[in-house]
């Protein structure tokens, strides 16, 4: 693993920390200001929005242009917005970020998030460079790399999000995040990416610099059980939406935001330890079957992990969860390296991040009002209480927990049914069958 790359994952490091730390301290920062689980999920609820629109055509721009030249502009645009958000919080009228329905509190959370969305165009350009760097066999192993970073990255982000809004709410965070996104833009000016960009073929027209989703449809579509595997992550995003919206809630109403800031970060080291057992062993020879049993054990220790309201529980979820999910990932892109085309790598990704989180907005609008007005409700003096108060517990917590309690059943359900059914086995027999880097094309001079 070149040392080009060991680069990229470092200065993607610190864009993660970066965008990380924003997005966490807003979720954070709204919840402290305004008390409300409703703007929490709405807030969840416009991250998944941006990234479901934005997936197809930032996946263009990775196929499209050098990567480096993507993720540099990536940096700039991220702070562009960061700087216009300072602005804002510096210019605030009085009182108007603790009002949840107010225009200038959700005008201030657009602004922010387009900032951290832009960072997306990194997740998508990363993959697509791990093809281009790490020989087929080792790419696995590679892309448990990325996931460690990117456990790191979450580790970091919790302690510091949650003693920055402590300490200086998010005028502090914007500013720190400022200062991230230009260090990461310098020092990605000076590395140098040998992409192997394809010449084009004499008498041949270049293909046209667009989104083509007919195009990338077809790529998928040639691949035996891969939509499949979109939709498949796309189901497990719909119930991941959950969490987006309501673990910060649940775990804040059991200890302080700093208590639950440093916990974040502790759990996170779970992220790289299994980027760490990825990298020295691998997936196995079949990851989409490792992708499927990850998934039914984190949605099996869902389905108990609120079972009662206890911070220590929790944190056994939570980190059973961290340690499996790099696995998912990584399963993930290892299986889309192998059997999609380089140039089109970008777009693929891109289309797939698109779709898998199409899902997370509904949930993450639709799961906040609901447990606000129906749930915590039906668990603090409704039918709920009564028929399982006794031993669940009561409440507006106890009603988040039960959320999270049903979604687990219901995953475990759905993975167990993917197990057994007829893509999978024709997406692991596309995978074992595609020829080793026959994706990859002939070097060119470096970017």
Known sequence: MRNPFHQILGNNLVANITNFTVWFALTFWIFLETRSVFATGMVAGVYLVFTAAFGFWFGSIVDHNPKKLAMMG?????????????AMVLLEPEGAFRNPYGAYLWIFVFLV???????????????????????????????????????????????????????????????????LTLLAFAHLHFVRIDEQRAAPEPGVPAEPKRVDIKGTIAV???????????????????????????????????VSVQVWGLLFGVLSTAFIASGIIISKFGLGKNPLRTLLLVNLITWSVCCVFTVQPSIWLLAAGCFVWMLLGPYAEAAE???????????????????????????????????GPLTQFVVIPFM??????????????TGPDRGI???????????????????????????????????????EAPAESPA
């Open 74 to 86: 990536s940096s700039a645009v991220s702070a562009a917005f960061y700087t216009l958000t300072l």
């Open 401 to 439: 927990a039960l959320v999270f309690t049903i979604a687990g059943f219901v995953g475990v359900g759905v993975t167990i049914l993917a197990l057994n059914s007829r893509h999978y086995r024709e997406l692991s027999a596309a995978y074992a069958g595609a020829p080793d880097d026959a994706e």
């Open 333 to 367: 892109h290892t299986t889309l390296q192998k059997v999609v085309p380089l140039e089109r790598q970008g777009r693929v990704f891109g289309f797939a991040q698109s779709i898998e989180q199409a899902a997370s907005p509904l949930t993450a609008f639709l799961i």
């Open 220 to 254: 998928i579509a040639a691949v035996p059980g891969l939509f499949a595997l979109i939709f498949f992550a796309t189901f497990n995003n719909f119930l991941g939406g959950i969490f987006m919206a309501l673990l910060d809630a649940y775990g804040l109403s059991l």
């Open 113 to 179: 998030m387009l900032g951290v969305i832009a960072g997306n165009i990194r997740s998508i350009a990363l993959p697509t460079l791990v093809t281009v760097l790490i020989p087929e066999g080792e790419r696995d192993k590679a892309n448990g790399l990325v996931g460690m970073v990117s456990g790191i990255g979450f580790l970091t982000t919790s302690v510091i999000s949650g003693f920055l809004v402590a300490w200086g709410g998010m005028l502090a965070t914007l500013v720190l995040a400022l200062c």
């Open 380 to 393: 603090t003096d409704g039918a709920g209480a009564d028929a399982i108060g006794s031993w669940f517990g």
